[in-house]
């Protein structure tokens, strides 16, 4: 006999929420865990591309796998799913943060990914304020035992399809998707130049014996005699030789040539440092997107179509984008190559049909965009210590 008061029905429904609950937390708790296991690949990976270990934060700091998982779904019965799905994501977030070096972007940026189970019958992605939602269909979990895999999630954000269908950036994710071809090789190309310069630097400090503190100290006490004078000398002609004084608006010789030795090899440890600074180098590159896409959007494009007969028909179509997002100061230091369109037709008799599609296509990154980093991280040299307002 039951007690008086007291609905089986309830008790029993409250047993299944209370199981959910802790399910869900078990899952919230393994996606941390999935996280922390990748730091290990994320760290190796950005050593091996000379990314400071310091500049690097924990991917459960950084990012979130969350769960939403409704209220009428047989949870339990799909946990394996849900874990397969989770470890697809983290999986996604892993080479996201290696494709970002580790640092973040201010253009389409990834801090949470949400698996939300929905009664839908297909796979949906979308986007917002950072937050990029997995709508998983039940029925292909509970029937078919099936999640969404690393490359499925890979390919989907590749193609823009957590974009809506109207929005003008889907046309231009080839140009704003943070770890697309067209950015990946911009960092690539920035890379290996910055080793270059760094490489330069350890060079000359080599070559007048201060590659340790020490040794500095003696230089500065004045024990290496003439050769002192030497390495100032050599400081800026390696700044000048390496950096666009032109973009920098100021004259090195004219600006260096009175500073003492201490305030040269202080300047080219912090101009090395900043070289090394991928957050720097994002920025950049995000300034640099931005100004080709603004590049775009000015470019003037003229068609003149002359037709003669009975029957005239035209058709003209042109795609551009416009953000109003800054580039800030970044901007002297990006060089664009633009594009120039000049459409004229002309066409005689009884039907003249035209169409045009004047749509911006991926240009080649080579020859559309240069970025003069080592000016840039001169500049941010210079005015932390001082030497430059």
């Known amino acids: 006999m039951m007690p008086p008061n007291r609905d089986p029905a309830a008790g029993t429904e409250c047993n299944r929420i209370s199981s959910d609950n802790f399910l869900l937390d078990s899952l919230h708790q393994y996606a941390a865990e999935v996280l922390r296991q990748s730091d290990w690949e994320v760290g190796a990976s950005l050593k091996r591309r000379q990314i400071p270990m310091s500049q690097l934060c924990p991917l459960a700091e950084s990012y979130q796998i969350s769960l939403n998982l409704g209220e009428n779904f047989a949870i339990n019965s799909i946990r394996e799913i849900l874990e397969e799905q989770i470890k697809a994501v983290a999986l996604f977030i892993q080479d996201f943060q290696i494709g970002v070096l580790g640092q973040r972007t201010s253009l389409f940026h990834l801090y949470e990914v949400e698996i939300k ?22 029925w292909q979990a509970i029937v078919l035992k099936r999640h969404l895999s690393y490359q499925e999630i890979k390919n989907y954000w590749y193609r823009g399809v957590h974009l809506a269908k109207s929005s003008p950036s889907r046309n231009f994710w080839w140009l704003l998707n943070p770890i697309g071809e067209f950015r990946a090789n911009l960092r690539s190309m920035l890379l290996l130049a910055i080793q270059r310069q760094i490489a330069g630097i350890d060079k000359l400090f080599a070559k007048f014996g201060l590659m340790n503190e020490e040794s500095k100290k003696r230089l500065l006490a004045g024990e290496e005699g003439v050769k002192s004078d030497r390495f100032k000398e050599s400081a800026i002609a390696f700044l000048k030789s390496n950096t666009n004084q032109d973009k920098l608006g100021v004259n090195l010789d004219v600006l260096l040539k009175d500073r003492d030795k201490a305030t040269l090899i202080q300047l080219m440890g912090v101009f090395k440092k900043n070289l090394a600074d991928p957050a720097q180098m994002e920025e950049l590159i995000d300034a640099g997107a931005l100004t080709l896409q603004e590049e775009i959007q000015e470019e003037q494009s003229q068609v003149d179509v002359k037709m003669f007969g009975f029957v005239n028909v035209g058709n003209y179509h042109r795609f ?6 800054s580039t800030g100061y970044l901007k002297k230091y990006i060089d664009i190559v633009p594009r120039n369109t000049d ?32 000016t840039a991280a001169l500049e941010r040299a210079l005015k932390e210590l001082e030497l430059l307002e």
């Not at 551009?320 to 997002?325: F, Q, S, W």
């Open 320 to 325: 551009d984008l416009a953000l109003n997002i």
């Open 117 to 138: 189970l929905h009664n839908g019958l297909r796979y949906d992605f979308t986007f917002e304020s950072g937050k990029l939602t997995i709508h998983l269909p039940y």
């Open 343 to 374: 459409v004229k037709t002309m066409q005689w008799g009884l039907v003249n049909i035209y169409t045009i599609d004047d749509i911006t296509v991926k240009p080649n990154f080579h020859g559309a965009l240069t970025l003069n980093f080592e």
